[in-house]
């Protein structure tokens, strides 16, 4: 069936609960390394004072021993350090408190009314919890276990913030591995402009205001003929799109300069194929990567890359016009403790789900009980590339 990952867990529930399977048996895992990515999720210039309580601990309750995966499913949990005050607004079995006043003001940008209306709530929290973008623990957690299993083929993943309200940096002709690395040392993840965002910022903030932005994310080292062309589903491109589109906040994603495309003609655009038998594992090369490293829905052996744009936080200290579902008066919407900018941790889930597409197709392609049967059909592969 391949990997699969599910999340559960609410805003200001007991914690995140996350479930992965399809993982080969004899994979180490370093609990550190997630712990870490989630440290980054938390991060950056202009995010809630919420993360600095939100230290992320990850348990693990099932699918390893002394480190390694057993092939069975894999289970992580992370507690929610705020719940013990939310555990009267948010018991599981319990009762409403007393005096409770449910949430009935719609915020503009959300999924309240509509997920109101759906599901007949009579109370917005309910949708407000599970809405919420604390659930991206999970992708999060998702994330990082693929990034392990990508190592295991020479496949690095990465990102940089490229705007972040209005001011961009410039990435054209600019090598990716330098953008990345320059990135890893910017708390706004940004390999420069870093002072004329963080200004930019700091005004959103006086004005009560909020900002959205663009990011890059990109994977080295992919080897050709991931994905498909015979099924939907089974295309490179398709899955990207699915689940950096599925992050919350995200409105516009391309593969490659995919938006260029439209303008350029063909000549100009597609990527030229060129032949240099001294490459490894593959002698077929391209001098651009306009298509993000994708043809037709297979990798073409070029780095994979993708961008995605950000709507600014929805949830603004100086109110949006609403109306009040109950009395359906005119009301300014209810202010909730959020982030002025969260383009830079919304980065962080991105690199994630880039991660876990790629793991996925690997897993597809190579796949086998153990990752040394994994390990051993990938590194035949390798062979039979090097000999074209």
């Known amino acids: 069936m391949g990997l699969e990952f599910r999340t559960a867990g609410e805003s200001h529930g007991k ?40 230290e992320d601990r990850v348990e693990v309750l099932s699918g390893l021993r002394f480190g390694k995966t057993l092939g069975s499913p894999l289970v992580f949990w ?9 555990q009267p607004l948010m018991d599981p ?13 719609p915020r503009p940008g959300h999924a309240d009314l509509g997920g109101m209306v759906k599901y007949r709530f009579d109370d917005i929290r309910n949708v407000i919890e599970r809405a919420s973008a604390r659930e991206t623990v999970g992708r999060c957690i998702a994330g990082a276990v693929a990034k392990l299993f990508l190592r295991h083929f020479g496949v690095r993943v990465g990102g940089f ?32 402009k870093e002072e004329e965002m963080k200004r930019r910022i700091a005004e959103a903030i006086d004005s009560g205001d909020t900002l959205g932005g663009t990011f890059i994310v990109v994977a080295f080292h992919v080897v050709p003929g991931l994905g498909s062309y015979v099924e939907l589903e089974k295309r490179l491109d398709s899955r990207l799109a699915f ?25 100009r655009f597609h990527d030229e ?41 929805p949830t ?20 909730e403790r959020s982030d002025v900018c969260a383009v830079p941790r919304a980065l962080v889930v991105g690199e994630a789900m880039l991660s876990w597409v790629l793991a ?24 039979y590339l090097e000999s074209l």
């Open 316 to 335: 603004l200290r100086q109110g949006l016009h609403s109306v009040d579902v109950v009395s359906k008066e005119d009301v300014v919407a209810r202010y």
């Open 360 to 383: 996925c197709a690997y897993e597809e392609k190579f796949g086998g009980d153990t990752l040394e049967e994994t390990v051993g059909r990938f590194r035949e592969y390798c062979a």
């Open 273 to 313: 194929i060129w032949y240099d038998r001294g490459r490894t594992p593959f002698p077929f090369y391209r001098r651009t990567n306009r298509s993000g490293g994708v043809e037709g829905g297979v990798s073409t052996g070029e780095a994979i890359w993708a961008r995605c744009a950000m709507k600014p936080i």
């Open 15 to 54: 914690g995140i609960l996350v479930y992965l399977s399809g993982f080969p048996a004899g994979m180490d895992i370093d609990v550190a390394f997630i712990e870490g990515e989630l440290s980054r999720r938390r991060k950056g210039f202009g995010v809630s004072p919420r993360m600095d309580l939100e």
């Open 161 to 192: 913030v490229e705007s972040i309200g209005g001011v961009r940096v410039e990435v054209e002709d600019r090598p990716f591995e330098e953008m990345v690395e320059r990135a890893l040392l910017s708390p706004l993840a940004a390999p420069d």
């Open 93 to 105: 079995v319990g009762e409403k408190p007393e005096g409770y006043e449910p949430v009935t003001v």
């Open 243 to 267: 689940y950096l589109m599925g992050i919350p906040g995200i409105k516009g994603v391309e593969i490659g300069a995919g938006f260029l495309g439209a303008m350029l003609p063909g000549s």
């Open 78 to 86: 992370v507690r929610n350090r705020e719940y013990e005050k939310w």
